[in-house]
């Protein structure tokens, strides 16, 4: 039985998973099962995925923890035909996550300031710092962005010209004690300004 392919640890704001491309065979269907170790135990285990007909596997609750370093191995089984394993890099959730974009619940506009409320893309945890990175422009044809920075989910774009068009678009910034990781941009959004 040929090995799955495209083995790979996808990871998006620390929701994991492990993500592998189906083995097509004439007849029968092929099922998977996942095992993962840790760098701390260096024993394989089974993972909520025994057996399973899906070409994905979540983490489970218990592998959650963001610095420990997982290894992971998955097989395709037909009957009692087995392929080998194929096993991953290790994973480091805080290093190896994609952080997406925070989520703009808001914007208030006044004369010369955008007043904008956002939610962080993810749950911190206890030692995180969380920066907005904050480009904001005037919609004009030649624009120069500027940047301002902020550790506040509240925050305003503020000095800005009255009845005209700005835009912004902001990235999170997450540092720990160990590292620094910085997220996706978010999708750019249009505000007018109001008059004095």
């Known amino acids: 039985l040929p090995a799955p392919k495209d083995v790979v640890v996808y990871s998006y ?3 994991s ?23 701390a135990f260096q024993k394989w ?20 923890v963001r610095r420990w370093t997982v290894v992971l191995r998955v097989r395709a089984e037909l009957g009692q035909v087995t392929s080998n394993w194929v096993e991953t890099d290790p994973f480091v959730a805080e290093r190896n ?19 904008v409320s956002v939610t962080p893309p ?19 044809t030649s624009t120069t ?22 835009c912004f678009s ?3 910034e997450l540092t720990t004690i160990h590292l620094q990781l910085l997220g996706l941009q978010s999708v750019q959004e249009c505000h007018r300004t109001t008059v004095s």
């Open 13 to 15: 704001n620390f929701h």
């Open 17 to 39: 998973s492990l993500r592998w491309s189906p083995i097509k065979v004439d007849r029968g269907v092929v099922l998977y099962t996942v095992h993962f170790k840790t760098g």
């Open 45 to 64: 285990d089974e993972m909520n995925c025994t057996r399973i007909a899906q070409t994905e596997c979540s983490f489970p609750m218990s592998l959650k």
């Open 97 to 115: 996550t994609t952080i997406g974009p925070p989520k703009v619940n808001s914007v208030n506009v006044s004369s010369n300031s955008l007043l």
């Open 122 to 140: 993810f749950a911190s945890e206890a030692g995180d710092v969380l920066e907005y990175h904050v480009s904001y422009w005037e919609n004009a």
């Open 145 to 166: 962005k500027k940047e301002t920075t902020t550790s506040n989910t509240l925050f305003k774009i503020e000095n800005l010209k009255e009845l005209t068009l700005y």
């Open 170 to 172: 902001i990235r999170v």
